[in-house]
């Protein structure tokens, strides 16, 4: 039977500037901190002191947008992205794997709309449940251990909490432990949202984080 097709107003304006201003603030972010940090041979020609500044001030900006789209998945999409999905999220990813490696059956993707409803009978696929609690424990980690690199007055109850397990690293400092910290995450991050970006054009969603629509298949 041939699937059939309605174009659907998938994400709202404020939702995709909220979107495009994470991504835009995270790639300065991202250059910056690199250079920062001297890594993959990253270097601008810019002051180091106005990299810096550059960083942390951006990171406000990133902060902001981050707890903007918090507000939005607690009120427009808590049904799609809730905790209450975890569980079917985990189930389906283990799915999925299992299906890239052969050793279980195919995965439908389960995303339709139900123009009589006029709602989604499933909006993502499962396993983007995890994805925005991700970037958003990601990005309290990364505040958490970079701005008391910063304003290292106003947080130096953390540092001073940091010096106490720095020994288990064999580093020298609380600093130093949170320094090597921001910089594990920084790499995960990096690894999560170039598999986001990868999923992105896999399912199709990209064109409805511009557009705001998408064609989505009627639900059977």
Excluded at 19 to 34: A, E, K, N, Q, R
Excluded at 177 to 198: A, D, E, K, N, P
Aim: proline share 4%; charged share 20%; glycine share 6%.
């Amino acid at each position: 039977m041939k699937e059939e097709y309605v174009e659907v107003h998938r994400q709202h304006l404020l939702y995709r500037i909220t979107h495009w201003g994470i991504v835009s603030t995270g790639l300065i972010i991202g250059f910056t901190g690199l250079r920062l940090g001297n890594l993959f041979g990253i270097s601008f020609p810019q002051d180091y002191e106005l990299t810096l500044t550059i960083h942390v001030y951006t990171s406000f900006i990133f902060a902001f947008f981050w707890i903007l789209m918090f507000a939005q998945l607690i009120t427009h999409e808590w049904k799609w992205f809730g905790f209450h999905r975890l569980l079917y999220s985990i189930r389906f990813l283990i799915a999925e794997v299992k299906a890239w490696f052969e050793i279980g059956p195919h995965v439908e993707d389960p995303r339709c709309y139900d123009p009589k409803k006029k709602d989604y009978g499933e909006k993502i696929i499962p396993t983007e449940v995890v994805v925005p609690w991700t970037y958003i424990l990601l990005t309290i980690i990364m505040g958490i251990t970079g701005l008391p690199l910063y304003y290292r007055d106003i947080f130096a109850p953390i540092i001073d909490f940091a010096d106490k397990y720095a020994y288990i690293l064999g580093l020298e400092s609380g600093v130093e432990l949170l320094r090597v910290i921001h910089r594990i995450v920084m790499s995960i991050y990096l690894m999560t949202m170039l598999v986001h970006v990868y999923a992105t054009f896999l399912f199709g969603v990209i064109r409805s984080m511009v557009t705001g629509k998408r064609k989505e298949r009627i639900c059977k």
